[in-house]
Each structure stands twice: as C-alpha cells, then as structure tokens.
C-alpha cells in the first residue's frame, strides 16, 4: 500500500458544510495533478475581548497577544507538509497559512471531493470552477487548531452591490463633490495623511479615465495604487456593465471625496479565500487605513459557517487595529435575492464588525444642497432596492439594544434560529444609492449614472477618512459612538433620519429602522458629537 493510499486519520471540520448551491452544475473530476490552493484559518491565541476596540492596537501588539501561536504554526505546517501538501504563505497575525498541492492530496487531507463545475445554461469557452458539497474534515493532529479550510470550492462568491439603469430612467444624478454637500462633509478636510483600502473582486480601473474623470471634477487625481491578492490584478475587461463599474465607482467616489487620501485597491479572487485574504491584507498593511470599503456581498445564507466566522473575525482585526470597515447593505430589498419569500441580510454587512450601509433615493437642489426629498430606495420588482433586516446568525450587539431591532419581519423570528431573540439589525447608515438619482462616474471611456449600496461603502469611507483626520484618531468600530445609547424612535445625533418608504418586509419610522438604519449622514454635526 503507497502512502497516498494509507488511511489518514480525519476528524469534521465544524462549520463547514456546503449545501448544493443552485446556478451550477458538476461536470466530472478534476485531473489528478491539478494544483490547487486554500486559505487555512488558524485559532486564536487568545479570545479578543470587547475592550480591544477601545483603544487601537498596533499589528505586532495584535499579533502577539490574538494572533496564531508559534506552536500552532508549527503544528500545521509539520503535519500537512508530512502529507505532501505545501505550505506557501504564512501570516500568523492575521491567523492564515497558505497551502497547495495536487488536487488528489489535497481533497484526501481535507476529506472531500473536487468537481469541475460551471455555471448552468453557460455556454462553450465559459468559466470552470471547482466545487464540493457536504463537510470538511482535517487531521486529527489539527483539530481545534484549524478553524476554516476556504478557497477549496472557487465558484464566485459575492456580487457586486451596484445597479444601471437605462439612460432615459434617470431622474437626476450628482457628483460625489455635489453629494459632499448635501451630506454636509466637514470643511477644512480632505483625507490628507489618511489611507482608503477598496476590496475588488474582479474588473479594474484605467489611469486614463480616472485622470479625465478628475480633472472634469476640477480636482486633481488622487494617489490610487493596486495590489494583488492570491493571483489577482487590476484587470479591466472593457465591459462598463460588468465588474469595471464596480471598481470605477468605487474609487471615483471615495476620490471625489477624500482627495488627498491614498487609495489603495486590493483585487482578489472571488471566492471565500480570495475575499477574506484581501480584507486581512488591507487591514494588516502599512500604513493602517483609516477605512476598508466593500461593495461585494452575498446573502448570509451563501456563506459556510466556518467562512462567516472567519470573515468576522477578520473585521474584529480590522477593527482592533483602528480599521473602520464599511459594507453595502445589498441591492435586493429584503429578500436579499434569495427566493424563499423570507428576509435575509447580505453579509458582510450583517457581521456587527462592519458599518453596514444602506440607500436612499434623493431629490435635491445641488447648487445649495437643499434636501426636496429623501426617501427609501425601493424601486420595485426587479429595480432594485436597499438591503435591510435582522441577521439570523449574529446576535443582537449591545449597542443595538435599545433602538428597536425587531427580531424579524413583522415581528417573526428571522431565520428561525434564535426563538425570537432577535438579531444584529441591518443597515447602520445610508446615503443615496438609487441609480435613477445616482452617482456621475466615468468607466471604460464612458460617462455613466450607476447607484446601489455599492456606492454608498466608499462614500461612507471618504466621511471616515476625513473624519479622522479631523479627530486625529483612528475611528475603528464606530458603532458604539454612533448609537451612543440612543433609544428607539429617537434620531441619533450627526444624523438626518429618513421616514418614509420601505423595502419589502421593512418600513422606515422615526430612528433606527431596518431599511435606512440611523439614516444619512450631517457630516459637520457628526464630526462635532465624535
């Protein structure tokens, strides 16, 4: 009997069951030499407690005291390496160690089965994915120690949160500078010495345009820089439909309103592994950001277990180090896409590490930045609408307790595992995200309107950036300042509450409501409470 043909003694991987995912299909095994690589989470050395985000702590003071321990460390890479698979990357930091080996190793030392799989109704020259159902299991030796296993399946994981209408379709539309204004942004800031991260997930962004969009602004280009993550790339593809829109949006809004701030973006693979690796390398990287901003999601329900845990975890990194994180709420409404005629949230807004951030539709007189009309975005079936509700999987956090989060729509437990206790409500804030009163952005050689949440995660960044500047202090988890104990049916200060509309299962009210959250930003005001 060869090595490879010995039995391993495996235990379950908890948290790491992957139903069958509808939208694709197997089509047979994957060659036996194919190479394949994951992203292995490693346990902490210490629970992080509530108290670490207080003050921030620097990367080597989180490293030492909540990272992976030396032993552990140790551990994994003796005994997968005793297994022919390869250790590539170590960051015990952040907890992740990067394996490799052929395909046939590596689903014997996780204890499942690879598949080619495509999408369903693609045609010939479409992409090919791996994919696996059911648990993973991992070396006794390993266990406790190994918490995720990510990145084995690669079928896409997120979308992004933004949406087109057709031109005809558009109501009005502002610059990011015109919004800046209706929002009240702090005078006398503009992001200097501040750093934004956006995480992409696909697409790219062309200097060209990006120099024509900002000198149409009358603002000169900001100091934009790309890292790859896991193989990924500033790879704009020429289609301003697709993932380029996306990126286009996210930087030229983040741009037009913290000028002076660097931008960097971070592009990974859309998969589990690629998403968490490159929000833990923007928050581990130097200098710290001020602001991460994610316009990519899923429902909650498109998740393992196992990689929500280390997704938000990951954000409680982020947030230690003086991270604050900013996450679209999603562009479905309240069934978050999911078609079970129940509420879902979209993650990672839903994790309580992130500022989760809804839209609005808004009517405005841009020369003055009088508000006519701000509403919920909901433009009907198939038009789009603002994420929002209850998370069936993140409890309730204590600075939510008193604002009114139902524990689920209409009252009814949201995913039917908390026996109506009730959950971490989303959104937080919000800002305009209807494309038919959207965001002027430039893509692929095109001037164009786009909206979503997507747009709302980097506006809400540039605020931070520049907020912190201002402060002179890294925000991190803003939350707790942002509620700051205020009670239901109250509006919380620095902010203007939105009332009216909703967005399916939600209904906007007076304070926080599942639909807008605490509402649109009053930037001066804000900056004068914090």
Same mark, same amino acid.
């Given at each position: 009997?060869?090595?490879?043909?010995?039995?391993?003694?495996?235990?379950?991987?908890?948290?790491?069951?992957?139903?069958?995912?509808?939208?694709?299909?197997?089509?047979? !095994?994957?060659?036996?030499? %194919?190479?394949?690589?994951?992203?292995?989470?490693?346990?902490?050395?210490?629970?992080?407690?509530?108290?670490?985000?207080?003050?921030?702590?620097?990367?080597?003071?989180?490293?030492?005291?909540?990272?992976?321990?030396?032993?552990?460390?140790?551990?994994?890479?003796?005994?997968?390496?005793?297994?022919?698979?390869?250790?590539?990357?170590?960051?015990?930091?952040?907890?992740?160690?990067?394996?490799?080996?052929?395909?046939?190793?590596?689903?014997?030392?996780?204890?499942?089965?690879?598949? =080619?799989?495509?999408?369903?109704?693609?045609?010939?020259?479409?992409?090919?994915?791996?994919?696996?159902?059911?648990?993973?299991?991992?070396?006794?030796?390993?266990?406790?120690?190994?918490?995720?296993?990510?990145?084995?399946?690669?079928?896409?994981?997120?979308?992004?949160?933004?949406?087109?209408?057709?031109?005809?379709?558009?109501?009005?539309?502002?610059?990011?500078?015109?919004?800046?204004?209706?929002?009240?942004?702090?005078?006398? &800031?503009?992001?200097?010495? =501040?750093?934004?991260?956006? +995480?992409?997930?696909?697409?790219?962004?062309?200097?060209?345009?990006?120099?024509?969009?900002?000198?149409?602004?009358?603002?000169? &280009?900001?100091?934009?820089?790309?890292?790859?993550?896991?193989?990924?790339?500033?790879?704009?593809?020429?289609?301003?439909?697709?993932?380029?829109?996306?990126?286009?949006?996210?930087?030229?809004?983040?741009?037009?309103?913290? *000028?002076?701030?660097?931008?960097?973006?971070?592009?990974?693979?859309?998969?589990?592994?690629?998403?968490?690796?490159?929000?833990?390398?923007?928050?581990?990287?130097?200098?710290?950001?001020? /602001?991460?901003?994610?316009?990519? !999601?899923?429902?909650?329900?498109?998740?393992?277990?196992?990689?929500?845990?280390?997704?938000? #975890?990951?954000? #409680?990194?982020?947030?230690?180090?003086?991270?604050? &994180?900013?996450?679209?709420?999603?562009?479905?409404?309240?069934?978050?896409?999911?078609?079970?005629?129940?509420?879902?949230?979209?993650?990672?807004?839903?994790?309580?590490?992130?500022?989760?951030?809804?839209?609005?539709?808004?009517?405005?007189?841009?020369?003055?930045?009088?508000?006519?009309?701000?509403?919920?975005?909901?433009?009907? &079936?198939?038009?789009? /609408?603002?994420?929002?509700?209850?998370?069936?999987?993140?409890?309730?956090?204590?600075? =939510?307790?008193?604002?009114?989060?139902?524990?689920?729509?209409?009252?009814?437990?949201?995913?039917?595992?908390?026996?109506?206790?009730?959950?971490?409500?989303?959104?937080?804030?919000?800002?305009?995200?209807?494309?038919?009163?959207?965001?002027? +952005?430039?893509?692929?050689?095109?001037?164009?309107?786009?909206? !979503?949440?997507?747009?709302?995660?980097?506006?809400?960044?540039?605020?931070?950036?520049?907020?912190?500047?201002?402060?002179? %202090? *890294?925000?991190?988890?803003?939350?707790?300042?942002?509620?700051? /104990?205020?009670? /239901?049916? =109250?509006?919380?200060?620095?902010?203007?509450?939105?009332?009216?509309?909703?967005?399916?299962?939600?209904?906007?009210?007076?304070?926080?409501?599942?639909?807008?959250?605490?509402?649109?930003?009053? !930037?001066?005001?804000?900056?004068?409470?914090?």
């Amino acid at each position: 009997m060869t090595d490879a043909e010995q039995p391993l003694d495996l235990v379950p991987l908890p948290g790491s069951e992957r139903p069958e995912r509808p939208g694709f299909h197997a089509h047979g !095994g994957l060659a036996p030499d %194919t190479r394949v690589d994951a992203t292995l989470v490693l346990r902490r050395r210490a629970e992080l407690p509530e108290s670490a985000f207080a003050e921030p702590l620097s990367r080597d003071e989180l490293a030492e005291r909540y990272g992976a321990s030396p032993d552990d460390v140790e551990l994994v890479r003796r005994t997968l390496e005793g297994l022919g698979v390869s250790i590539d990357e170590v960051d015990a930091g952040a907890r992740r160690i990067r394996v490799s080996g052929p395909v046939q190793t590596v689903a014997r030392v996780f204890g499942t089965d690879l598949a =080619q799989s495509s999408a369903e109704g693609a045609g010939e020259g479409a992409a090919v994915y791996r994919q696996r159902t059911g648990g993973l299991s991992i070396p006794a030796a390993l266990a406790g120690v190994v918490t995720a296993v990510l990145g084995l399946d690669d079928r896409p994981q997120a979308r992004a949160q933004y949406r087109y209408v057709p031109a005809a379709a558009v109501n009005t539309s502002y610059t990011p500078p015109q919004l800046g204004t209706v929002y009240s942004f702090p005078d006398g &800031t503009d992001g200097s010495g =501040q750093t934004i991260a956006i +995480i992409e997930l696909g697409g790219g962004y062309v200097q060209k345009d990006l120099d024509t969009y900002f000198a149409g602004l009358g603002i000169p &280009t900001p100091s934009v820089r790309a890292v790859g993550v896991d193989g990924g790339s500033n790879a704009p593809d020429g289609n301003p439909n697709g993932a380029d829109g996306e990126v286009m949006l996210d930087i030229e809004v983040a741009g037009a309103l913290a *000028p002076k701030a660097e931008i960097v973006v971070y592009f990974a693979p859309n998969t589990d592994a690629g998403f968490l690796d490159a929000v833990t390398t923007a928050a581990h990287a130097e200098p710290t950001p001020a /602001a991460i901003s994610i316009s990519w !999601g899923q429902s909650e329900d498109g998740w393992t277990a196992q990689a929500r845990t280390a997704f938000d #975890q990951a954000l #409680q990194d982020a947030a230690a180090l003086g991270v604050t &994180t900013t996450a679209a709420a999603g562009d479905d409404g309240s069934s978050d896409r999911v078609g079970d005629g129940r509420p879902h949230v979209d993650f990672p807004a839903s994790s309580p590490h992130a500022l989760a951030c809804g839209g609005t539709r808004l009517e405005a007189d841009v020369s003055t930045g009088t508000v006519r009309s701000e509403v919920v975005w909901n433009n009907g &079936t198939g038009g789009g /609408a603002t994420g929002g509700g209850v998370s069936a999987v993140f409890p309730l956090p204590s600075w =939510q307790a008193g604002v009114g989060v139902p524990s689920g729509a209409d009252g009814t437990d949201a995913g039917g595992t908390r026996n109506g206790a009730g959950g971490r409500g989303v959104p937080d804030v919000s800002a305009v995200a209807d494309p038919q009163t959207g965001y002027r +952005i430039r893509v692929d050689g095109q001037d164009t309107v786009i909206g !979503g949440t997507s747009a709302v995660a980097p506006l809400w960044a540039a605020l931070v950036a520049r907020l912190a500047q201002s402060t002179g %202090t *890294p925000l991190g988890l803003l939350q707790p300042r942002l509620y700051d /104990a205020v009670p /239901a049916g =109250q509006v919380a200060d620095g902010f203007r509450d939105i009332t009216t509309g909703d967005n399916g299962a939600y209904r906007a009210t007076a304070g926080w409501d599942a639909c807008t959250g605490l509402g649109v930003p009053d !930037g001066a005001r804000l900056l004068t409470s914090l």
